[in-house]
């Protein structure tokens, strides 16, 4: 008769024998396959911005695989469309986990989209590595799970950071807020808040607006009316242009446009036009171009240029950058993949390349450090006009 630790030994022995003849594996993962999800606006109102994000991230897969894949699995990537409506993005997350058994749902887009899908993510038991959206309500409603793995700069502390670093050195003293009134808006906020009580502030001005708002004149008034030097905008593209074409039609000149990270994007640049010239904005990673691109980032862009016949833009690059840190995880985590292993993988690895503005790793599952840099329109691409700026510190 055998006692109770030989046959918890023998109960494992047997569990590892057949993990290794290969008749069990994590969802997702076959002997020849890992099979990954995502979840994009493909049909709503930022579907424009999709394929080049879609094409960073296919970009990287097909490379992996076209080294031989990553311990003799080849992957395969299922995309399915979010709408930028929550509910379809919770079906989505539901397809993806239930139906496709997918091992991990990587870059997937939207604050609320993210927010509303998280959590049915982490129930299944799948990885849910860098969310495009507000990370801090994304792992708030993930539960803080370790499977949750976020690369987006958290926006208050990125507005408090940029804005510390702003009244300092442009003595700046009379702040306004012109915020889109959803979760947004309230983070760009509390931002504001930090930095300006830190330096004994409070706001001249503050104006909401509501999303698809297209006319901003009563909001810039405002501004203007109460004497705002600086002037901190909780934009995302559309609304960063329609504030900046306002200030330019009223003749205010004398004012600093200050976006967080939403409304700083080449987009923006490629957009607006003249309407956005010396615009400043809240960076948390390079936006390259092509003529000032490292030998790095151009043997990438021209490799993009081969694949797509098209030129990248941060997303692609972003979303290229995102996959290959997740697959340092699945590489690191070994032949035996599993959620657990590529935790333990993960949390030691580190990402750095053309797009960061410094080396990254995670702590507490979110990109660490946070680095932030102020940077200005300047002939119709972004300038730095600050040194990097490590948030918190």
């Not at 306002?246 to 700083?264: A, F, S, Y």
């Not at 997740?326 to 690895?349: D, H, P, T, Y």
Request: hydrophobic share 45%; aromatic share 8%.
């Amino acid at each position: 008769m055998c006692n109770g630790n030989t046959s918890k030994l023998a109960a494992a022995l047997a569990a590892g024998a057949f993990a290794l003849s290969g008749a069990a594996f994590a969802a997702g993962v076959t002997d020849s396959e890992i099979v990954l999800g995502t979840h994009l606006d493909l049909s709503g109102p930022t579907a424009a911005a999709t394929p080049q994000l879609r094409n960073g991230m296919q970009m990287r897969i097909d490379e992996a695989n076209e080294a031989g894949g990553i311990h003799g699995r080849k992957l395969r990537l299922i995309v399915e469309d979010n709408a930028l409506q929550p509910a379809q993005a919770v079906r989505a997350v539901q397809k993806l986990t239930r139906k496709d058994e997918v091992f991990a749902i990587i870059n997937s887009f939207g604050s609320g989209t993210n927010a509303a899908a998280v959590k049915g993510a982490v129930e299944a038991g799948t990885v849910y590595f860098a969310p495009w959206g507000a990370s801090a309500i994304i792992q708030a409603q993930g539960g803080r799970s370790p499977l949750v793995y976020t690369t987006v700069t958290n926006y208050d502390g990125a507005t408090a950071a940029s804005l510390t670093w702003a009244i300092r050195n442009w003595n700046a003293k009379k702040i306004g807020v012109i915020y889109q009134g959803d979760a947004l808006g309230e983070l760009v906020r509390a931002g504001v808040k930090r930095a300006m009580d830190a330096a004994g502030l409070q706001p001249v001005a503050e104006a909401s607006y509501k999303p698809g708002d297209v006319d901003f004149s009563s909001q810039v008034a405002r501004m203007r009316q109460a004497g705002a030097e600086v002037v901190v905008l909780a934009t995302v593209i559309r609304e960063t242009i329609g504030v900046m074409a306002e200030t330019k039609k009223i003749g205010w000149t004398d004012v600093k446009m200050l976006t967080g990270q939403p409304g700083r994007a080449q987009l923006v640049t490629a957009l607006g036009k003249g309407a956005v010239e010396g615009l400043y904005g809240v960076g948390g990673w390079n936006i390259v171009s092509p003529d000032a691109a490292s030998p790095a980032a151009k043997a990438w862009i021209e490799s993009y240029r081969k694949r797509f016949n098209m030129e990248p833009n941060e997303h692609a690059m972003l979303a290229w950058s995102y996959t290959d840190w997740f697959l340092k995880g699945v590489q690191g985590a070994g032949r035996g993949l599993s959620s657990e292993s590529f935790v333990k993988a993960m949390n030691g690895a580190e990402q750095e390349d053309f797009i960061n503005y410094k080396r990254v790793g995670f702590r507490n599952n979110h990109l660490n450090p946070e680095v932030v840099r102020i940077e200005q329109v300047q002939g119709g691409r972004w300038v730095g006009v600050s040194p990097e700026i490590v948030v918190g510190n």
